[in-house]
């Protein structure tokens, strides 16, 4: 009998500890995520999972929700966020979560390049070339982090300045 009762205690803390571990993972895998994007012009802030874009904060910046989670339908949660994340960068003076910038400087012009993990986002240059579709194509095949040390070397070789 009690071989029994110990035998029932074992699978029920068991049962009760998969479902816990179980409940805690569904948690983390479906809880909403946030892009926030900042500038002195205002900010926003979108929540958003898997599927669609759940909302939204705004200081000072116009934001149709509707409009975007029809466009999101169309193109899918990630291409939305990338799209908005250059469009944020192109239309502010400001950035959004987890995008960086290179800035190479010298007397013969400036470029800053914005990227994600993801890749490049978009480049700005002053008095400077730079094929935007072939730099993407180049990051996206070795990897940013290789991409921007290159670049980095390429800048220090080809100008007078230097990249931060």
Request: charged content about 25%; some cysteine.
């Amino acid at each position: 009998m009690n071989k029994k009762k110990n035998y029932l205690r074992i699978v029920l803390f068991v049962v009760f500890s998969l479902l816990i571990v179980g409940s805690i993972v569904f948690y983390i895998l479906t809880r909403p995520k946030k892009l926030s994007c900042d500038a002195p012009e205002g900010n926003i802030t979108l929540t958003y999972n898997s599927k669609n874009l759940l909302g939204y904060k705004s200081r000072n910046l116009p934001f149709d929700l509707d409009a975007a989670k029809e466009y999101v339908s169309d193109v899918g949660v990630d291409e939305y966020l990338k799209e908005f994340k250059l469009w944020f960068i192109e239309n502010s003076s400001g950035s959004c979560d987890g995008v960086d910038k290179l800035t190479c400087l010298a007397p013969e012009g400036k470029a800053s390049i914005y990227y994600d993990d993801d890749g490049i986002i978009t480049v700005e240059t002053e008095n400077l070339e730079f094929d935007l579709a072939s730099a993407k194509a180049q990051a996206k095949e070795i990897g940013i982090n290789k991409y921007l040390s290159e670049f980095r070397n390429w800048f220090k070789e080809n100008s007078s300045g230097e990249c931060k």
